[in-house]
């Protein structure tokens, strides 16, 4: 137990002196059940792509109280959303010691515009979806031929979006700090203000009673946030009154409380001082006050005497980075008024360092970076951290003050509800008012305590150690459960062949538990009962359900040239970019041409397996081009391979097709066989020869078949049959399985093999898995590339102890 001084300011017959104490063990208000276990954070490899690039991540999956890696196996789902809210990917990572990794390649017709990525895993379903990881990024769609390159982002004029906001008004609302107002006692109020479209915006206005007099004026400082101060009479109502586009608004304060209590945090650098005073004539008698951060409480002070004020004062050392809670307990036990407060010791110092072996490198030489932990204050002798590193090119990048690294995202971002605007800005900037703009914060997207009172909303998602497949066994004709049915499940990918078998319950319900499979693997399920013929039961599968999507998105045009180019770093630069994107990205097109050395092989291919088609739209060939090696499976390596193509959830859809009965799966046909497409996703890519897809003229020759187009798999053997591997007296299934991860392209400086995907992307570099030493030191590096400009590189991550550590340095390439 640890003792601490509180300091007495007022010495007076209303002011009591309070005894606190260390809250280690704390009295019965709140159970640690109640925290948040986990949390996760996505290191992205940058916030702005075109279409058809790589998305590269890092999910970190961590204790929500110590930020320190869960030992265990874990889960975690990673989506990205659209921009009208519906799913456009989604990744099952597999999780170990902390840490999974992954990637997406995006489709090449997205369109422009603010897209959302997140993560969570299966047991934060059981609480508010806000607590869910969510990062916006940019997706820049190609474009069309004959498009003009022009951004509609730096030229919008869009005067319809403006006239319909303009007779909407803005959203002011008031955060009296503590909780409420209370009359005949001097009161802080924080207040926030969006605009019709949901961004800050500056205000000031004035604050009267109810009959028109002046008592306060208030003006906002940042992001829409200010705070103003006044002593509210009993018998009186308040408004606040602005001018909005010439228009006056008014807006009604909360009611104050004619018997009331209310605490008002400072900071007074090394410690808070909080003021708690009280109209009730019974006073402060038992009144408690409790301090907690994310492991629980810290510290409790009591007050045992009939006082209407008190004052405390608690020193910073004794508290953790982060956010500390300030709740004040009636004689009752009853939480009655709540405060936060950030304690920003330590959080702002550079705890990493990355120093680059040159400020200017030549193209295609190795770059190398040193990077560094400082381990000044870590009490640990065996340092340890797990990081990972994106270099890629500045227009690309973020703004540090608009960022949301791993240290804004685990200490700000998941413990408050609600957006933070440029939450960086509050861990980046040298703004003198920052520190009280942090407790602007505090005061209003804090006001009344979020992740400290996360009750859950749901009790039946259960911790992953790895994927869950269930469902019920029905028997016929009657189409009821049948209980105490045995259900056999095999699986099978690159690594190997799983079995497992489970009992339905009283219900006819099954559930397999922490299966370890990757994605697009086969499975098979077979149910028996021994007092029915095996013919009679079949296994109805429950889908995979995905978290629902309550965020908001819109289109690039309608943001404003101002806040897109607050938002990207160099927004010039950027469109510079795009145009070398589109450039290079039509070079592409030079796959569609059959070389003719291969042209006969190909024929005769066709002709051997009997295809109807000779030639084909297009042919996308794999051995003789080594394409797919780094791929898991042939429609991972398909993916942006063809313009037009989309393969998504299981099905393939051939842009420039007619689409028959509202299905858009083409023809399916492996070795010239009619197939579905999950005799396909069981073919590797090093299996395939070449893949031909015809739409239009060329597929007419398939009749109406071939309406949406073919897509055609030739193997090298041409003898590969899928069927084989399916048993006979059971279903086969598909389930989405872990993602297998593919590693970041690095070729050898002077390599004469080119790499298509990494000659069109701004990302230069992309490490996931860099281990600092027990010194606290690490090395990397990897090759310059072709492409000269100024690039960034960021380096996040987590120590053994906890500790967030993120920072960045810039280069030149000539």
Known sequence: MKDYFLFLLLASTYTTVVTAQDATQPTDFKEDAAYLREKVFLHLDKSYYNAGENLWFKAYRLNAGTHQQESMKGVVYVDIIGIDGVLVASRIIKVGKGFGQGDFVLPLDLESGEYMVRAYTRYMRNFEDAYFFRKKIYIEALPKTGENLESELVNTTDTSIKETHIKQLPDLQFFPEGGNMVNDIFNHIGFKVLNPNGKSMEISGIIVDDEGVKVAEFRSTKFGMGRFSFKPLQGKQYSANILYKGNECIYNL?????????????????????????????????????????????????????????????????????????????????????????????????????????????????????????????KTKDFGADLSVSVTEVAVAQPLEHQLDIRTYLLLNSELKGKIEQAGYYFNSDDPKRSQNLDLLMMTQGWRQFIMDAQPVSNSFPYEKGITIEGDVMVRPKEKTVSGAYVSLTYWDESGIGKNKVITDEDGHFKFLSLDFIDKSGLILEAKDYKRSSKKLFVVLDSLTYAPVTATFVHTKNLSGMEYKNYMELPEERERINRAFADENGLIKLDEVVVKSWAKKMIDKRELVNSLHRNASKTIEFQSTGRGRSFPTIMDAMQGAVAGLQIYNDTVAIRGTNSRFGNTDPLYLLDGMEVDFNALKFIAPWEVDFVDILKGGDASIYGSKGMNGVFAVYTITSTFNPEEKLAKNADSYKHQGFYPARKFYEPEVDSDVPDLNKKYSSTLYWEPNVRLDNTGKSKVSFPTGTRPGSYKVMVQGITQDGTPVSSETVFEIN
Request: glycine share 6%; no cysteine; net charge neutral.
């Open 254 to 378: 909360p009611i104050a409380l004619d018997k009331g209590t209310l605490i008002q945090v400072q900071d007074l650098r090394d410690k808070y001082q909080v003021n708690v005073q009280t109209t009730d004539p019974q006073g402060l008698m038992d009144f408690e006050l409790l301090v907690s951060q994310r492991k629980g409480f810290v510290y409790t002070a009591k007050i045992s005497e009939n006082k209407k004020t008190a004052v405390i004062r608690i020193p910073k050392d004794q508290l953790s980075v982060g956010i500390a809670q300030f709740t004040l307990l009636n004689s009752k036990g009853i939480p009655i008024a709540e405060r936060l407060a950030f304690n920003q010791e330590g959080v702002f110092s550079n705890n990493i360092a990355i120093a680059s072996s040159s400020s200017n490198y030549a193209k295609d030489v190795t770059a190398e970076l040193d990077i560094r932990a400082d381990l000044t204050g870590f």
